[in-house]
Nanobody, 120 residues
Framework: QVQLVESGGGLVQPGGSLRLSCAAS????????MNWYRQAPGKERELVAR???????NYADSVKGRFTISRDNAKNTAYLQMNALKPEDTAVYYC??????????????WGQGTQVTVSA
């Protein structure tokens, strides 16, 4: 099995910053892509950012210029640096990893989520 451990969430004031981490462990041969999603109350889950095995990045328009996704391949870890946070960024943030297993099968794994609350 593959386990994802998320950390870095919490309560922050508008304009503040947080950095989320997602560490993958288990029988992973390599990571194809790492993704951050979020779901706010009453809204659909949305893709916030992703980074591929070619280090191409994509961002939702709502976070472009404020959030930065990165990866450390040696640690099988993804990061989401969040700056200039707004109340509308309040959501549960989920890490999703698209992985190539040692069996050569491709699986995706979800973290259990970390709460980010932006409030004065």
């Amino acid at each position: 099995q593959v386990q994802l451990v998320e950390s870095g969430g919490g309560l922050v004031q508008p304009g503040g910053s947080l950095r989320l981490s997602c560490a993958a462990s288990g029988t992973i041969r390599s990571i194809i892509a790492m993704n951050w999603y979020r779901q706010a109350p009453g809204k659909e889950r949305e893709l916030v950012a992703r980074i591929t095995n070619g280090d191409s990045t994509n961002y939702a328009d709502s976070v472009k210029g404020r959030f930065t996704i990165s990866r450390d391949n040696a640690k099988n870890t993804a990061y989401l640096q969040m700056n200039a946070l707004k109340p509308e960024d309040t959501a549960v943030y989920y890490c999703k990893v698209d992985a190539l297993l040692w069996t050569m099968a491709r699986n995706q794994y979800w973290g259990q989520g970390t709460q980010v609350t932006v409030s004065a």
